[in-house]
C-alpha cells in the first residue's frame, strides 16, 4: 500500500503564505514524481506544480513567481511553498505521486484564503 500524508493548510489572509507538505511512504521505489493539484468549489482539479525525483520542477502558468516545490529524497516529503496568497488560491490541495502510470492521491488539505 502506498501512503500519503499531507499537512499545513488552513486559513489566510490575502498575502500571506502557507507551506504545504506531503509525505510518500508504502509500497514504492526511490523513482517517482510527486506535486501537487487544487480543486475550487465547483471548478475541475487542476494541477500546480510538480518535481521528478532528480529535482526538476515544473509549474501551472498560474502560480509561477509565487509557489514554490520542493522535495527530500531522504525523507520522502515534497514542500509547496505558497507565497503572496490571492483569495483564487483557496481551494482543496492534494498530494499525488506518480509512480509507473499510476498516480496515488493524498486526502487533500485545504487552502483558504480570506480577509
Known amino acids: 500500500q502506498v501512503h500519503i500524508v499531507e499537512s499545513g493548510g488552513g486559513l489566510m489572509q490575502p498575502g500571506g503564505s502557507l507551506r504545504l507538505s506531503c509525505a510518500a511512504s508504502?509500497?514504492?521505489?526511490?523513482?517517482?514524481?510527486m506535486g501537487w493539484y487544487r480543486q475550487a468549489p465547483g471548478k475541475q482539479r487542476e494541477l500546480v506544480a510538480t518535481?521528478?525525483?532528480?529535482?526538476?520542477?515544473k509549474y501551472a502558468e498560474s502560480v509561477k513567481g509565487q509557489f514554490t516545490i520542493s522535495r527530500d529524497n531522504d525523507k520522502n516529503t515534497v514542500n509547496l511553498q505558497m507565497n503572496s496568497l490571492k483569495l483564487e488560491d483557496t481551494a482543496a490541495y492534494y498530494c499525488?505521486?506518480?509512480?509507473?502510470?499510476?498516480?496515488?492521491w493524498g486526502q487533500g488539505t485545504q487552502v483558504t484564503v480570506s480577509s
Open positions: 518535481i521528478t525525483s532528480s529535482g526538476n520542477n
Open positions: 499525488v505521486v506518480s509512480y509507473y502510470g499510476k498516480n496515488y
Open positions: 508504502g509500497s514504492i521505489g526511490s523513482i517517482y514524481t
